[in-house]
């Protein structure tokens, strides 16, 4: 599709459900237009010919229709923003069809600006503390109690990223009866905690005999994801290939 450059987009919304609803309202704000919503099997089957009437497609679905929604946005040639995590066992293939075919697709599992901008401070400071061994770290984070997975996957990110420039650290564990204290030193301590109406937060701590140093991320609300994915969509147009958020950011 042309590059439009357009300031205000004709935007379609793949999945209306919490997110879909947030991403709607920033992009409303921003001046863009919400043309087709897409939110069910049903609608595809009366709305699919409209998707090539518009500029971009964002998708916060479900894991069980996102690759079907990302091909048809390739097949109509339509740019696609994709937040729906659960389908990267199917990466590869989608990958692919994206780089053989031209297509355009942007994904990320976390579109928090802050959270993304967050990881490269900690994968600087964890390539810093990686000259003074005396410091011990440890990740903790804290969700709503409707969070059933544990860790959360930016924790593990998180971690990932510090293991890779700690050469003391082999891998990560999740904590849950024993103090950080008591694992191996080669294992990087994961507390996670679940409480009532609390927003998504991560904190790294580094702590010595005789100091701490911390950093922290507190998510306030959803606001956060649907913004990125709105940026995300704005820059996407016009362009060809796959992208993440260290593209958008430049980090
Ligand atoms: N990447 C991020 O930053 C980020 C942030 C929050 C949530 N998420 C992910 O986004 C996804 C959606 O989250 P949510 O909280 O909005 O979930 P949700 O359950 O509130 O909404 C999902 C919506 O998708 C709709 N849907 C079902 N089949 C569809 C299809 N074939 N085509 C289009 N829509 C269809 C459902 O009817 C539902 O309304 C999840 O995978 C979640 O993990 C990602």
Redesign the pocket.
Known sequence: MENTQAKYLKIAL?????????IEAIAKDAGHKIALI????A??QEKESLLNKVDVAI????????V??IKKCFAAKVPIVV????WYSEFEAIKNLCMEEKNTLFY?????LGVNIFSAVNTKLAEIMNRFPDYRVSLKETHHTQKLDAPSGTAITLAEGIIRKTEKLKSWELVENKSPEQLAKDLLPITAIREEQVPGTHEIVYHSEVDFIEIKHEAKN?KG?AK??VLAAEWIVGKTGLFTMNDLLAL
């Open positions: 793949l999945g209306y459900g919490k997110m879909g609803h947030e897409i939110d069910t099997h609608d595809w998708d916060f679905s479900l894991p069980e229709s996102a079907s929604n937040g729906t995590t659960g990320a599992s976390n579109f928090s959803r994801f990125g994915a």
